[in-house]
């Protein structure tokens, strides 16, 4: 006869190694080999065109507003600590990051062209082609992202740097990104009932085998998980 409680856990250690496959939070960290001060030629950049660059496993988006600034959506701890813009205006680190996502704070900040890409190649107005939607005018898609700029929520699924720049493109915020993700997850946990009975299960067998890694670990990630894909 099995172990009931040997068989949650393989469940949950399943579900695990399936999320941690997607490495969230190297999604912001640059590519091996870049330059961060690599120049860039921004007078090919139109005010309100749709600046794309790769990240590990995920790309970043921002609008380029003219005279190498760029207005883009990133998470950021500093935000809930304090109100120094001399602090919160520096380049946002993963330490500042990271934490931000997880606490849902960001801001719709403008930075330099090299401070946004980091190093990474940049591609210009690519979401037209793969989203094959018509824009607005540029003129108009700054003026959105200029709005907008200021404090915000963020939600990995729900309001991250590609709803952004959707939004201010062309009207609405989408994220196939975030869809894709999301899609995969739902594989990963089927519905909300069967993910508190996981987490509700994890946290029983913390209390019935003691603070063990292997228990506590998968007990804690999947609540984690909900809690980033809720809005």
Not at 55 to 73: K, M, P, Q, S
Not at 110 to 132: P, Q, R, S
Not at 180 to 185: L, N, R, S
Not at 200 to 205: P, Y
């Amino acid at each position: 006869m099995k172990n009931p409680m040997l068989e949650a856990v393989s469940l949950l250690l399943e579900k695990l190694l399936l999320i941690s496959n997607f490495k969230l939070f190297s999604v912001w960290t640059p590519g091996e080999g870049t330059e961060k001060n690599r120049p860039y030629e921004i007078s090919s950049f139109l005010r309100g065109d749709v600046l794309e660059v790769s990240r590990t496993h995920f790309t970043h988006y921002g609008i380029y507003l003219g005279d190498n600034r760029v207005a883009h959506l990133m998470p950021d701890i500093l935000l809930a600590l304090t109100n120094d813009k001399g602090r919160t205006q520096k380049v946002v680190s993963n330490k500042r990051l990271i934490p931000g996502v997880i606490c849902k704070v960001a801001s719709i900040r403008v930075d330099t062209v090299e401070d946004f890409a980091y190093g990474a190649d940049i591609l210009v107005n690519h979401l037209d082609e793969t989203l094959k939607k018509k824009s607005l005018l540029n003129e108009e898609v700054a003026r959105r992202a200029e709005q907008q700029l200021g404090l915000t929520p963020y939600s990995l699924l729900w309001n991250n740097c590609e709803h952004f720049v959707t939004h201010c493109r062309y009207g609405a915020p989408i994220s196939p990104q975030a869809e894709k993700f999301y899609e995969t997850v739902k594989i990963i946990i089927r519905d909300q009932r069967s993910c508190l009975a996981s987490a509700l299960l994890g946290l029983a067998s913390i209390v019935y085998t003691g603070l063990a890694s292997y228990m506590t670990f998968p007990a804690i990630c999947i609540p984690f998980c909900l809690w980033m894909m809720s809005d």
